[in-house]
């Protein structure tokens, strides 16, 4: 029994001493790699601050670049549309100019990286394919100019002032100052109201007077209203034209059409109106208001 014991006890002896072998060899191959990293991390540091430092000069000359090629489309009057959408498009052309020169100064290979980019590039529109077809909203909003920043417009079921033409989205702010992101490729294939193109627009009303009035005197008094208007346009087909347009079951209405400057439509259609309404007060003219006649039978 007792030199059973002993090989047992030897046995033991000899697993610990190999549980302990192979775990100081672990630990050593994990410093072996710790060390490795450590320098070679140091034997790179230069080259990374020089990357680094390239990354941060690269971006900071992009944003000198562009501030100058806006103040050149200002000075050349190139049309804002045109400026701010090629400002958008040169900003991502020197970042990503930008980030790969750093990548190559850290000794990335040129093939890796265009691989890389191309691999990322076909990810990308797979995974973004909405986005391609705004891209391509904007380059076709940039080359038809159905509108341009600063025009009027109803799109999309949204109504507003053209802020602004990125790549991706056009910015509309609305009346009521909102702002809404409508996708380029939803301006492009949509239907597009500008009302700022021409740049004359039309204002109607139709104003409704009783039968008892007299339509000679109605019309001269609307005449009268709108005279004092300087924004009114007078000359040759955009002249105001006023005449009866129907007989309706309880008056008689009247037409008004009056020409102006595009940007003074609201200012004209509320003008008129309230110089209208003024002048059949001061004329003594009655505005009709629905009314219903019954008749009683005695049987």
């Avoid at 110089?275 to 003219?285: L, M, S, Y």
């Amino acid at each position: 029994m007792n030199y059973i014991n002993l090989l047992d006890a030897a046995t033991a002896d000899e697993t610990v001493e190999e549980v302990v072998e192979v775990a100081t060899e672990s630990v050593n191959r994990v410093g072996d790699m710790i060390t490795g990293v450590w320098n070679g991390f140091v034997g790179k540091l230069p080259t990374i601050i020089i990357a680094i430092v390239i990354l941060i000069v690269g971006m900071l000359v992009s944003k000198i670049i562009l501030k100058i090629m806006g103040k050149a489309m200002d000075k050349s009057k190139l049309d804002l549309t045109i400026s701010r959408f090629a400002q958008s498009a040169v900003k991502i052309v020197l970042n990503v100019l930008v980030i790969i020169i750093a990548l190559t100064t850290l000794g990335v290979p040129m093939d890796s990286i265009i691989a890389v980019v191309a691999t990322a590039g076909v990810a990308v529109g797979l995974a973004l394919q909405n986005s391609l077809s705004n891209l391509a909203g904007g380059f076709l909003i940039l080359i038809e100019k159905p509108f341009k920043v600063g025009s009027y417009i109803k799109c999309g079921g949204e109504e507003g002032v053209v802020e602004a033409i990125s790549i991706l989205y056009t910015k509309i702010m609305t009346v009521d100052n909102k702002a809404v992101f409508v996708p380029n490729g939803t301006a492009a294939n949509s239907v597009v109201v500008n009302f700022s193109y021409p740049e004359t627009r039309r204002v109607d009303h139709i104003i409704n007077i009783s039968y008892n009035e007299d339509l000679d005197k109605a019309i001269a008094s609307i005449n009268k209203a709108i005279e004092g208007n300087a924004m009114i346009l007078r000359e040759g087909d955009k002249a105001p034209f006023i005449r009866l347009v129907s007989q309706d079951a309880s008056s008689l209405g009247i037409t008004v059409r009056l020409w102006g400057k595009a940007d003074d439509y609201w200012a004209i259609y509320f003008d008129s109106l309230e110089a209208i309404r003024r002048q059949f007060v001061k004329d003594g003219i009655d505005v009709p208001y629905s009314q219903l006649d019954v008749h009683i039978k005695n049987n």
